[in-house]
């Protein structure tokens, strides 16, 4: 059997997500529901001051579902595999290393750390630390292991 990391049609993508915010939404919704029956009370002849409790309360809400959800996908981190290359995509920033350039990957508690053979400054990807026991995270570290042992020569069979 040839080892699966040197064949030259692989070319995998792995998403790594960070936790959804569940708690961020739940006070959004909250405070959402809370804010609309107060502006919807102030409609109704309650005081000023509770309509203007009520807005201020449904803004904030919204800034704070707008901001869980910008700062989950800016902690989203994609991995293209390839037979050459380890592409690291994460928000606008995108970092290539050949497999001869990797010193070594890591995961520490929540980050997956790519470091380079030249000493500069690691490469970072968050990782749900929920995902590192996923069978998923399982087959992209075997797989990183691979590409990094064929890289160096190293035959599996």
Do not use: C, K
């Not at 960070?18 to 502006?39: D, F």
């Not at 109704?44 to 009520?54: D, E, I, M, R, T």
């Not at 707008?66 to 995509?89: P, S």
């Amino acid at each position: 059997m040839s080892n699966p990391a040197l064949r030259p049609e692989d070319h995998q993508r792995f998403v790594l997500r960070s936790t959804p915010p569940l708690r961020a939404y739940l006070l959004a919704a909250i405070g959402s529901m809370v804010g609309a029956v107060l502006i919807v009370g102030w409609q109704s002849g309650w005081p000023l001051a509770l309509g203007v409790v009520g807005i201020v309360l449904a803004t904030v809400a919204l800034l704070l579902a707008l901001a869980a959800t910008v700062l989950t996908r800016r902690f989203q981190t994609t991995l293209l595999v390839a037979r050459d290359t380890l592409t690291l995509v994460s928000g606008r920033r995108r970092t290539v290393f050949s497999w001869r350039d990797i010193a070594e990957i890591n995961v520490v508690g929540a980050r997956l750390v790519v470091t380079p053979i030249d000493q500069s400054r690691p490469t970072v990807a968050y990782v749900n630390p929920r995902q590192v026991e996923q069978p998923s995270f399982r087959a992209l570290a075997m797989l990183l292991a691979e590409r990094l042992d064929a890289s160096r020569g190293y035959r599996v069979d």
